[in-house]
């Protein structure tokens, strides 16, 4: 079998940035919730999509913005999205599919727990993890858990992140704590560059195990001295980016691998709902309604 676990909140983002507005019959704006909805419905049509559980970020803050404030948080976000953060959830239950709302943690990291706790299952022949967010990258594992860009269908195993980013998955918090991620509000460390960084930590894999001295780094970079003073200096900085950037693996999620099989939509909820945003035809597409 295939698991499919899937950013919920990058998907709400992607449906309202790039699907047209909508409005339900009370006049609330949905556009980002029925697009949200009609992809999930695709997804669960699917030929080989048996097991499906979908993550969100209930509240965009979480224990990390305690540990650095410049993390992001839902300020800028529009109001018309924050407010079908709920609905969007909503939908996702209504198609029957395990759904994770995260308030302490983030739904990234609820996706790595869950492909950390099935991954060596036997039954389980490959996890796609449904976000091109390069926090995920970390959780990727040979060609058995795999990073998947819904939006280009475009799939990462381990070689592919190591040819993307230049180090191997274990390294990705590294990586990141050096070069940064303007979606998380993660700085990085002025002058460690993409390459510079993936061409270090390619060679020694960890922030402690980069050597003090830059000549005896084994790697030719511009500017290496400099560098190594930069990392001296905010070395604490770079151990608190990758804290930031390293994915928890023990949410304490309820559903076993059984659990999260989908076993069809809920009627009742999903007519309600589909009534509610002005969705009518949607139901007429589920291929399968539970018991």
């Not at 039954?123 to 091109?132: A, C, D, Q, T």
Request: with cysteine; net charge negative; glycine share 8%.
């Amino acid at each position: 079998m295939n698991v499919h676990l899937i950013d919920g909140t990058y998907e709400l983002f992607r449906a309202h940035f790039g699907a047209p507005p909508a409005r339900a019959p009370d006049g609330m704006e949905v556009g980002a919730a029925r697009g949200l909805l009609r992809s999930l419905a695709m997804l669960v049509r699917q030929e080989g999509v048996t097991h499906v559980a979908v993550a969100f970020d209930h509240v965009i803050e979480s224990f990390r913005n305690e540990l650095f404030d410049g993390y992001k948080t839902s300020a800028g976000v529009p109001e018309e999205l924050l407010a079908q953060f709920g609905l969007a959830e909503e939908a996702s239950r209504a198609l029957g599919i395990v759904t994770w709302p995260m308030v302490e943690v983030e739904a990234d990291d609820a996706i790595a727990t869950a492909a950390a706790r099935f991954r060596d299952d036997p039954r389980v022949e490959r996890i796609f993890l449904g976000s091109p967010d390069k926090d995920l990258a970390q959780c990727v594992e040979g060609d058995r858990v795999v990073l998947w860009d819904r939006r280009r269908d475009l799939v990462l195993d381990e070689a592919a992140v190591v040819e993307k980013f230049g180090v191997s998955p274990a390294s990705i918090p590294d990586w990141l704590a050096l070069v940064g991620d303007t979606a998380d509000g993660i700085p990085g460390l002025p002058q460690w560059g993409a390459k510079t960084s993936a061409a270090v930590l390619a060679r020694w894999r960890r922030l402690e195990e980069i050597p003090a001295d830059p000549a005896a780094w084994e790697v030719k970079v511009r500017g290496a001295s400099s560098l190594a003073e930069t990392l001296r200096t905010r070395f604490d900085d770079a151990l608190l980016y990758r804290r930031l950037a390293t994915l928890r693996t023990d949410v304490p999620l309820a559903e076993s691998l059984g659990d999260v099989e989908w076993k069809g939509a809920d009627r009742p909820a999903l007519e309600a709902l589909c009534a509610r945003i002005g969705e009518r035809a949607l139901p007429d597409r589920v291929r399968r309604w539970r018991a």
